[in-house]
Structures are given as structure tokens and as C-alpha cells.
């Protein structure tokens, strides 16, 4: 029996990071998906988690456990996907650690991807934008913190991990002003700021003062801003903003939801889904045809480019023999 204690460790701490790059998000949110893995299996088997070993992690287990995130913890089929594609990463890793368990990886891989119904993103109006992004109190430092925080996010179309990691270094004001992310994949991207974006950034500058981080947006403590804080800070003012826009009541605004909603207007200024691919940092423009299905004008557009046939009226006639034996079938 092969410890499995020793390998995750590894895969997670240093294959992941060193190796392969992947940014701390990416490996917090493997090790959740091994956390929950690892509870289960030892559930079943009536041991504990460090006493595991790789020959415990068979295909049965592994979809076993994929039906438990599904049934019991109400995960969405795309969460059971995700979860699958962390386990596949570690069984290819594990390829060159464990060769004799090269039967048993092979069978974990051929566990499939479930398919499931994609609904169209949720994203806000340009209303309900400004609605949010007027709802701080900019007489306080923390409301003009959390305007200049919630612009930048929507205006730069960034995702929460991206826009918490700006660097004061990687902001410029000056002229043509700019800011550089660090996004998927440690992928640098250079983005330039509308004009209101970068006066409320500097406006959050000149209130900032000393603190001993790099990072561009703090806590109260000083501390660079965390997932979690601006999720709670996106959730307080669109509750206030709520009070004045009718379509925000009721409604859970999640950070990502800025994201999209920067790539709409995008979409529809520029009418370029590759323009819109490059302002996200998306590796493959596959990912950005998403937003094709979310813009009506888009297939307006598309719809009134042809020229509709001219049809008159009057019974149909059936060209050939077998067609007519196919209508009589249906009637």
C-alpha cells in the first residue's frame, strides 16, 4: 500500500506552485476538493484521513464521491466537474510517483464529465452599476476605498483574486493611466482606466496613508484585502443601493457579477468577442462566447443583416414520392 499523505503534499505544495505555476487560489481551491475527498473516503473505509492510501482512491470511490457532492452536499453538476478535473490532475501526477497504480489511474480518467444545462450568466444593467458604485459614503476613507475598489473591478472586468492582488507599484496615474494585473495561469495583463475609474482610484490614494503592504486595497487593520472582505463589502452596498434601484431588491450581487458585466459592455461597444477575450485574460475564446448568448443585440444584429424570403401564400406540395410518404405517416 502506497501512502497517499506524502504525494498530496507534494502534488499541492510543490508541483503545483513550483512547477507548474499555479497561482495560490488556484491550489486553495485543489486542496478543498482533496479535503472533501479525503473526509469521505475515510468515512467509508472507518479510518482517518492521514492513514489513507493511493489503492483507496479507485474509480468505485471516486464516484461514489462524486454522487455524494451531488446528492448530499447539493453541489451543482459543475462543481462535480470541478472536483473530477482536481482528482484527474493529482492521478496524472501521480503517473510518474506510482507506476504500478497505472491500471487504477487509467480507470479514474475514464470516469467521464457529466453534462449539464448552462443558464445564461447573471449580470447587472448599467443602472444598477452606477446604482452600486454610488452607494459608498465618500466622506468616510472606507467608502472611498470600497467606490475605488468596486469600480476597478467592474471597469477592469477583473476577477476577485486579480483585483485584490493589485500592486500600488502596478498602478500608474500619470497620463494614459494604467493598471497591471496578474491573472489565470500568472498571465500579466496591462489595462488602461476610464477617466472616472482612475479619479476614484486616486481619490482612494490620497486617503490610503502608510501601511506596511504592497498590495493596492487594505483593511481596516492595514491588512491587504481578502476574498471574503470584499464579497462582504460588495454585499453591503448593493443592499443600500437596493433602497433606490428596485431590480437590485432581493438579489445576491456576487463579485464575479461585475466581471460580467464589464464583459456585456464591452461586447457591445466593441461588437469583437476577441477584444472582449483579451480584456478578461481568457486563454481560449471559447470561454468569452458565453457573453454572445447573454447580448440580444448581438442576434438582432445578425437577424436584420438577412433578408427574409419572400413567401406567398398557398398550400404545399410534396416535390417527390418519398416525401409525400413521410407526411402521410405524420398526419
Known sequence: MTKLAPLITGFLRDYMPQQRGYSPQSCATYAFSFKLLFNFTASRLGTR??????????????????????????????????RLAAIKAFMRYLEHKVPSALEQIGRVHAIPTKRHDQKLIRHLTMEEVHAVLNAPDLSTRSGIRDRAMM????????????????????????????????GKGRKERCLPLWKDTARDLRAWLSVRGAVRVPELFVNAQGDPM?????????????GKAAENCASL???RVSPHQLRHSCAVVMLQATRDIRKVALWLGHADIRTTEVYLRMDPSEKLEAVEAVIPPELRRGRFKAPDALIASLLSDLG
Not at 66 to 81: F, Y
Open 49 to 82: 484521513p492521514s492513514l489513507l492510501a493511493i489503492e483507496d482512491l479507485d474509480a468505485p470511490m471516486i464516484v461514489a464521491f462524486l454522487a455524494h457532492i451531488e446528492q448530499d452536499r447539493g453541489n451543482s453538476a459543475s462543481t462535480r466537474n470541478v
Open 249 to 251: 431588491r432581493d438579489r
Open 226 to 238: 481578502t476574498r471574503a472582505g470584499f464579497e462582504y463589502v460588495l454585499d453591503k452596498h448593493v
Open 151 to 182: 469600480h476597478l473591478c467592474f471597469a477592469g472586468g477583473l476577477r476577485v483574486s486579480e483585483l485584490i492582488g493589485v500592486l500600488t507599484e502596478n498602478l500608474s496615474l500619470r497620463h494614459g493611466a494604467s493598471v497591471t494585473v496578474l
